[in-house]
């Protein structure tokens, strides 16, 4: 980050201000923590945040301090909207294009007050007043850790604002086995864990607290499982009816797309889940991408699924129907260099 922009937002937090810190919409385990970890730093420097996401995040993050304390725009547009106007500097935390946050887009559009982008997804959109941006950066929490510090205020971060970080490097890292992860990576974490976080206690609340109909549906998930060697390809589809049958809860089909780069010589990978609007008020084939090496999942969903991300992980969406979309998915790959 230029210096220029560390000491212009120095000088922001110089008095107390009204502070909206918003993740993206679906928020995941590093958007919940950098968030909250900022909302609590903030706190400390006598600033008056508030978190407002755009829908509501997965159960097993609720137990990150500060949760509770989260508003959902999707459930209260017009209190959310009224906070939004009234905010005198707004965080946007692991996006970097306002249409991720879904229907708040409208109101952030409108506002004219400082916008602060903290994200390590590639090219970034030109919306914000400074900008703290990284693509080889694992994970917005790391980010935070670092932003802390380039305020000269790491000595704030407390075993709360800890927790919060590590969550995030964690769920983003893939428990630390993605490339991203470096020896900084190590060295924060490190200072996390002297600070007093419960490392292993965390890991158990994101990965471990699963219900009887989670593991069912990652049984499913993994029954229709599908893998194309020709092309060093797999992928999952999981219908609506089945999350139906498996009672699907928000966070339910995190990390089953991880499975399938377990494969020996699969490279790349995918899921596709399909939502129907009398269910979920959405009528889309969501869309995850992992790959390991060279091929850029980014690119991909960027021209073919609307979506976009990083290198070896992203996401995207498709408004056709299942059939259709996996048609179109193993023709793209059939011309692929994989």
Known sequence: MKKEEIIAIQNLLTSPKKIAIIPHRSPDGDAMGSTLALYHFLIKLNQQPVVIAPNDFPNFLAWLPGSDK???????????????????????????????????????????????????HQKPDNYATYTYSDTLIGSTCEMIYNFISFLDKTALIDKTIATCIYTGITTDSGSFRFPSTTST???????????????????????????????????????????????????????????????????????????????????????????????SGENIIKISFRSQGDFDVNQFAREHFNGGGHINAAGGKSYLSMKETINKFETLISKSNL
Do not use: W
């Open 70 to 120: 989260v508003l959902i725009y999707e459930n209260d547009k017009i209190n959310c909207a009224k906070i939004l106007q009234e905010s005198e500097i707004i965080f946007t935390l692991d996006f970097n294009a306002l249409h991720r946050t879904g229907e708040m887009e409208h109101v952030l559009n409108k506002l004219t007050v400082p916008m602060i982008m903290i994200d390590h």
């Open 185 to 279: 990576t190590h060295r924060i974490v490190a200072d996390l864990i002297d600070i007093g976080i419960e490392n292993s206690n965390i890991h158990n609340q994101l990965f471990d607290n699963n219900s009887y109909n989670r593991l069912q549906l990652l049984g499913r998930a993994l029954q229709n499982m599908k893998v194309l060697p020709q092309y060093k390809t797999s992928y999952i589809t999981l219908s609506q009816k089945e999350l139906d049958e498996f009672h699907y809860e928000k966070g339910d089909t995190e990390g089953i797309v991880n499975y399938g780069l377990t494969i020996k010589g699969i490279n790349f990978t995918a899921i596709f889940i399909e939502h129907h609007p009398e269910t």
